[in-house]
């Protein structure tokens, strides 16, 4: 069982910036992957970046490249996500999941732990 409370979500001006951040209990965080994902009012929850088990590899949904970054600190059963020049686009509530997997894949069947989810907004 993993329980994934998430944090630093709230409202911020466009090409501003917000650190997302995810505790999880449990003693398996260190061997799955994680996932952060949102969704904008009226549409589907979209995958938004992933980090491997042991934080070598990220991959990141096109829109966000360069402008993201996801981390984790296994120490403290924590992954982050950095958002930088944020878009009003990038609007939604962003959960974070914890992946059955070690190794990142996109889709949501992958992930077995959702958190509560954090309120981004971003105005522009």
């Known amino acids: 069982q993993v329980q994934l409370v998430e944090s630093g979500g709230g409202l911020v001006q466009a090409g501003g910036s917000l650190r997302l951040s995810c505790t999880a209990s449990g003693r398996t965080f260190g061997n799955r992957a994680m996932g952060w994902f949102r969704q904008a009012p009226g549409k589907e929850r979209e995958f938004v970046a992933g980090i491997n088990w042991s934080g070598i590899t990220t991959t990141y949904t096109d829109s966000v490249k360069g402008r993201f970054t996801i981390s984790r600190d296994n120490a403290k059963n924590t992954v982050y996500l950095q958002m930088n020049t944020l878009k009003s686009d990038d609007t939604g509530v962003y959960y974070c999941?914890?992946?059955?997997?070690?190794?990142?894949?996109?889709?949501?069947?992958?992930?077995?732990?959702w958190g509560q989810g954090t309120q981004v907004t971003v105005s522009s």
């Open positions: 999941a914890a992946s059955k997997f070690p190794t990142i894949f996109p889709t949501i069947s992958s992930y077995d732990y």
